[in-house]
T-cell receptor, first 112, second 112 residues
């Protein structure tokens, strides 16, 4: 069974800093990987989806990379803002089956 | 506006009672999912449905039931057999085939 880990569990940075969030998974046979943002008491907002054949995806200040062979993905946030404060989760869909497996998330606080 | 609507936002259950959580989507998505989120844990899949009148159990289906009579609706019933139902429940949908998942705002269920 796929295991997804996100370290650190919490991160605090000053406004304007560039930062990297990490996601690792145990089985490299994946179909795609999706990054989400979750605000307190809310549902998940999709940020980026990377297919297994892709190395990275970009949206605005966000860049997600994928290294399937090493079982890792990173989410790079440029020029962080207080509005970026939220929990960031990654989810992996294996090659077979229809399930997504989620990490426990990294709680990000951007200090003004 | 297209999206996923979950209701109610808050729900309280008495001992021995079944309760039903509503999930409706107007995105014309084929696939729908129910997840449970507990503090410090990643999202865990309860049930998913790829097409109308068909659904599959996820990792934690015991004590839950679903139906998929219409494409846009995927209600979840938390039965009295579920001994620890207190959690945040999230509904999601996608085009299927490993495409990006989109989430509702969740229902928080508590025990009276």
């Amino acid at each position: 069974k796929q295991e997804v880990t996100q370290i650190p569990a919490a991160l605090s940075v000053p406004e304007g800093e560039n930062l990297v969030l990490n996601c690792s998974f145990t089985d490299s046979a994946i179909y795609n990987l999706q990054w989400f943002r979750q605000d307190p008491g809310k549902g998940l907002t999709s940020l980026l989806l990377i297919q297994s054949s892709q190395r990275e995806q970009t949206s605005g200040r966000l860049n997600a990379s994928l290294d399937k062979s090493s079982g890792r993905s990173t989410l790079y946030i440029a020029a962080s803002q207080p509005g970026d404060s939220a929990t960031y989760l990654c989810a992996v869909r294996p090659d077979t089956g229809n399930q997504f497996y989620f990490g426990t998330g990294t709680s990000l606080t951007v200090i003004p | 506006d297209g999206g996923i609507t979950q209701s109610p936002k808050y729900l309280f259950r008495k001992e021995g009672q079944n309760v039903t959580l509503s999930c409706e989507q107007n995105l014309n998505h084929d696939a729908m999912y129910w997840y449970r989120q507990d503090p410090g844990q990643g999202l865990r899949l309860i049930y998913y449905s790829q097409i109308v009148n068909d659904f599959q159990k996820g990792d934690i289906a015991e004590g839950y039931s679903v139906s998929r009579e219409k494409k846009e609706s995927f209600p979840l019933t938390v039965t009295s057999a579920q001994k620890n139902p207190t959690a945040f429940y999230l509904c999601a949908s996608s085009w299927g085939g490993g495409t990006a998942q989109h989430f509702g705002d969740g229902t928080r269920l508590s025990i009276l």
